[in-house]
Structure formats: C-alpha cells, structure tokens
C-alpha cells in the first residue's frame, strides 16, 4: 500500500507565476488535508477535503489559493500570483476517518523567486 | 480558536539523559495526537491518546493525556541519538474538523 504521494517534492516559480501542487491518498482514504509549515515552526493548517467537497478552508487565503479533491485523480493546491512569501513546504496528510491518525507526504518545498 | 501550545521549544539533551515535553490547549480535546519529524523529512504519527489520564508507553517514550483533556506530556529515558527531531503534538476540539500542531518541540543530542 503505497503511502500519501506528492509532487513535485521542489518547485520553483517566479513571482507572478502559477503553483500547482499535487496530492494522492492513501488508498481507501477520502479526507485530505493540506498543512504549510515554514523553517522552524509548526504545521499550519490551510484546507480539509473529502472527495469533491471542501469541508473547511479556514486556514486558506481567500485570494490566490484555491484547492479541490475531484471524484477521480488526485488532490490539487493551487496558488495563483505567487508571491515570496508563499515559499514554504507545503504538507498533505490523508486519513480514513477525518481528525485521527493522520499520514503526511514527503512534502513540496516551494520556492518563489 | 484553539490554541495549542508546546514547552520547551528546543531542548538539547546528553546522550542518556531523560527528558519531558509539554502540550497545553486553551480548550478540551477529544483526543491527542503526538507526530515526529526528522530533520529533512515529513511528520509521522507516533501515537494518539483519547481517554482522560491515560497513559501509553513506547519502548522509551512515555505519552501522557491530562485529566482534564487540556494537557499532554512526552517523557523520553535514556535519549538516544535516533531520538533526533521535531515533536508535535496536535488536537482537534470536540466539533472541529481539523487537526491543530503545536509549534513543536525540536531535540537534539549530544554524543
């Protein structure tokens, strides 16, 4: 059973520019979750999805970001306009049954220059 | 919101020593989830403690859940250099859908 893949592992853009970062769950896991974390800090938090639903974006900037987990294929963070201050390593975690036990990805490092 | 709080931020310890970190919310939590993360790498889930007092033990790490479901602690005897990382704890509230990380407790060894 293959574990949460994500990709790129590094992504470079610059300002101005798309990001698109991709996240596949583990097989049988319908919540997805996405987490930023920065040099030094905790994981924070920035959208939960079950399958073509959005449960909670509170932690998500309502300009630029936008996600969404379709019925087939993978889940998608999407950044718009890019801006330096988005450089971070972007985190996705999926589980079977929502806030519990949760399995991270290898992360994408996202680097705006 | 819920906050979620950890103490010490770094902690370096000898090779040997023991050691406690600590999780305190400003709310109740339904249960408390404790991850690693190695340097470089992406967390991973160690355990997770659901009832009042309860305590669980991992070889040398010792996980603790406060009475009042406010509160956790991590112990670890006799720190080996694979004890090397991050620390999270993390919680959701009764009626939250999300899971909330501490800002981390980041520990190295000395040899």
């Known amino acids: 059973n293959a574990g949460v893949m994500q990709n790129p592992r590094h992504l470079v853009r610059r300002r101005g520019q798309e990001a698109r970062l991709r996240c596949s769950p583990m097989k049988g896991h319908s919540h997805v979750y996405w987490y930023r974390q920065l040099p030094e800090e905790g994981l924070k938090f920035m959208v939960y999805l079950q399958k073509e639903n959005i449960i909670d974006e509170s932690g998500m900037p309502k300009e630029r970001f936008s996600a969404e987990f379709p019925k087939e294929g993978p889940s998608i963070l999407r950044i718009q306009q890019v801006v330096r201050g988005d450089s971070a390593a972007y985190f996705c975690?999926?589980?079977?049954?929502?806030?519990?036990?949760?399995?991270f990805g290898s992360g994408t490092q996202l680097s705006v220059l | 919101g819920q906050q979620v709080m950890q103490i010490p931020q770094y902690q370096h310890v000898q090779e040997g020593e023991d050691f406690t970190t600590y999780c305190n919310s400003s709310t109740t939590l339904s249960n408390i989830q404790w991850y690693k993360q190695r340097p470089g790498g992406h967390p991973v889930f160690l355990i997770q403690?659901?009832?009042?007092?309860e305590v669980k033990k991992q070889k040398r790490l010792t996980f603790q859940f406060g009475e009042a479901k406010k509160n956790s602690s991590l112990h670890i005897t006799a720190t080996q250099t694979t004890d090397v990382g991050t620390y999270f704890c993390a919680g959701p509230t009764p009626n939250d859908y999300k899971l909330s990380f501490g800002a981390g407790t980041t520990v190295t060894v000395r040899a």
């Open positions: 403690l659901v009832k009042s007092g």
């Open positions: 975690a999926s589980s079977p049954r929502g806030v519990e036990k949760l399995f």
